[in-house]
Structures are given as C-alpha cells and as structure tokens.
C-alpha cells in the first residue's frame, strides 16, 4: 500500500470511527453529569430529602404544618429537577449539533480544500460557471 492509499484509510476510515466514539462519550458524559435518568426517577421526591415526620399523638396544627411543609419540599424538587432536565435535554441536543457538524465538516474538509485551490487557481473558469446556473 502506498502511503497515499492509507492516508485515505486513516482519515476516512479509522478516524471517522474516533469521531463517533467521542462523540458517544460526551453524550455519556453529560447524561450522567445531569443524571437526567436519576432525576426523572425521583421526580415527586422531596428537596434533597428535606421532609417532617409526624410525632406521635393527634396535633392539628403539627399535622397541617408538617403536610404543607412536605408539599413545598415535593414541588420545590419538582421545580428545581424539571430545569436541571430542561438544561440536561438542551446540552445534550447541543452535542448531538456539534458532533454532527464536526463530522461532517471532517468528511468533507478535503474536497473543500481541493475546491477552494481549484477557484483560486481558475477564478474565471468558476465565475463562468456560477453566471451560467
């Protein structure tokens, strides 16, 4: 094999393939960084587990307080979860945009080197060609 034939290999081939397993490690990553399936599971739990329990004997007034005390600990997580997920989702469409555009602006760099060296070589030839579409 020539060293041009495995150049194609490596660039095409074998890189390609690395591209894709980073890529498929940032998306790990930042799925467990925002422990989206964790926080999906424990929706309804309370805030970092900040909760009353009731004390023995009936006391209206500790029962009412301890229910609405547990009910804001419930919707605060739920709140505070439902933006960690939004923002989990939001990064990681954004890797998913980026990991595309960086693949496909490796697949396709080398002819846009190619062409670009073709229009500064031939400008008139390229200019013909545009005013003619």
Known sequence: MNIFSLFLEWYFVDLPSKIIDIWENFLWFFWR??????????????????YFTYSGGFNI???????????FSRFMGMILRTILIV?????????????LL????????????ILS??????????????NSL
């Open 33 to 50: 960084f925002f422990s989206i399936k964790d926080l999906t599971i424990h929706f309804f739990s309370p805030w970092r587990r900040q």
């Open 61 to 71: 007034g500790e029962w009412f307080g301890n229910l609405v005390f547990n009910l």
């Open 87 to 99: 923002i989990g989702i939001v990064v990681e469409i954004i890797v998913v945009i980026l990991g």
């Open 102 to 113: 960086v693949f496909v602006f490796w697949i396709f760099f080398p002819f846009l080197i």
């Open 117 to 130: 060296l073709l229009i500064a070589i031939f400008p008139n030839k390229f200019l013909e060609i545009l």
